[in-house]
């Protein structure tokens, strides 16, 4: 299977998406026809009982039953393709992951990876994690720059003019001019 030319839009991943999504449209078209002739009239009928039988005096009529359970799965799906495309824009821009940070990248896994069904914690570090890590960065970059530093002072001789290279090769003219 690997290897085959794939036509039409199943090329790249977007298209992928979109004929994936395609093809549960008559599922949510199926749940849509559920929670509108079964899943509404059942629940209108068990309200309309317990304002008939019950007791509490906190129930009032002014309830309109509407089941959304398939626009919900719709607004999930839509939710969830933003998320990724966003995903893939912070992660392929430069610009966006200067403008994000690595808190932001990490917050945007954390929350597409609970979808996953799987330890979040495991596989995305914590914002503390992430700031201890940066710190540490930031601390071992300063560390570098001043050993640079050190380095290149020591290699100045007393009158601020580098130590050997170029600078210190002196040739002496010969005598004879040859």
């Given at each position: 299977?690997?290897?085959?030319?794939?036509?039409?839009?199943?090329?790249?991943?977007?298209?992928?998406?979109?004929?994936?999504?395609?093809?549960?449209?008559?599922?949510?078209?199926?749940i849509?026809?559920v929670?509108?002739?079964v899943?509404?009239?059942?629940?209108?009928?068990?309200?309309?009982r317990?304002?008939?039988y019950?007791?509490?005096?906190?129930?009032?009529?002014?309830?309109?039953?509407?089941?959304?359970?398939?626009?919900?799965?719709?607004?999930?799906?839509a939710?969830?393709?933003?998320?990724?495309?966003?995903l893939?824009?912070?992660?392929?821009?430069?610009?966006?992951?200067?403008?994000v940070?690595?808190?932001?990248?990490?917050e945007?896994?954390r929350?597409?990876?609970?979808?996953?069904?799987?330890?979040?914690?495991?596989?995305?570090p914590?914002?503390?994690?992430?700031?201890?890590?940066?710190?540490?960065?930031?601390?071992?970059?300063?560390q570098?720059?001043?050993?640079?530093?050190?380095?290149?002072?020591?290699?100045l001789?007393?009158?601020?003019?580098?130590?050997?290279?170029?600078?210190?090769?002196?040739?002496?003219?010969?005598?004879?001019g040859?």
């Amino acid at each position: 299977m690997t290897g085959q030319h794939v036509p039409g839009a199943g090329r790249t991943s977007s298209g992928l998406s979109m004929l994936i999504s395609n093809a549960g449209k008559s599922i949510k078209q199926v749940i849509g026809n559920v929670d509108h002739d079964v899943i509404t009239p059942m629940l209108e009928r068990q309200y309309q009982r317990n304002l008939r039988y019950s007791e509490d005096p906190d129930l009032i009529g002014d309830v309109q039953i509407m089941a959304r359970g398939a626009m919900s799965l719709v607004v999930k799906e839509a939710e969830a393709v933003r998320k990724n495309e966003f995903l893939r824009l912070v992660l392929e821009s430069p610009v966006a992951q200067e403008i994000v940070g690595h808190t932001g990248t990490a917050e945007l896994m954390r929350d597409l990876a609970g979808n996953l069904n799987a330890n979040v914690d495991r596989l995305v570090p914590s914002r503390e994690d992430i700031e201890k890590k940066q710190q540490q960065q930031q601390m071992m970059q300063q560390q570098m720059m001043m050993q640079q530093q050190a380095q290149e002072a020591a290699n100045l001789q007393e009158d601020g003019s580098q130590q050997g290279g170029r600078e210190g090769n002196f040739i002496s003219p010969r005598p004879n001019g040859r």
